[in-house]
């Protein structure tokens, strides 16, 4: 027995009281599932891999001076 790709459309139509799943539907939830997933893990991988800058006490006390320091 054939595996059938129709079984993962998530968009079925309705004739009357069945649903009747299409391969056509199947493509586009395989595919908004997939983009989903890719979303998903592009914005996680960008809030792991965030650093966050820190400041050392010579740039602090060079900010400082530069913004106390009056011509």
Do not use: N
Request: glycine fraction near 2%; charge should be negative; hydrophobic fraction near 40%.
């Amino acid at each position: 027995m054939p595996f059938d790709f129709r079984r993962f459309d998530i968009y079925r139509k309705v004739p009357k009281d069945l649903t009747q799943p299409t391969y056509t539907g199947a493509i586009i939830s395989i595919c908004c599932c997939l983009f989903i997933l890719f979303l998903f893990l592009s914005e996680l991988t960008g809030f792991i891999t965030t650093e966050v800058p820190t400041l050392s006490e010579e740039s602090v006390w060079a900010s400082w001076q530069r913004l106390t320091h009056c011509e």
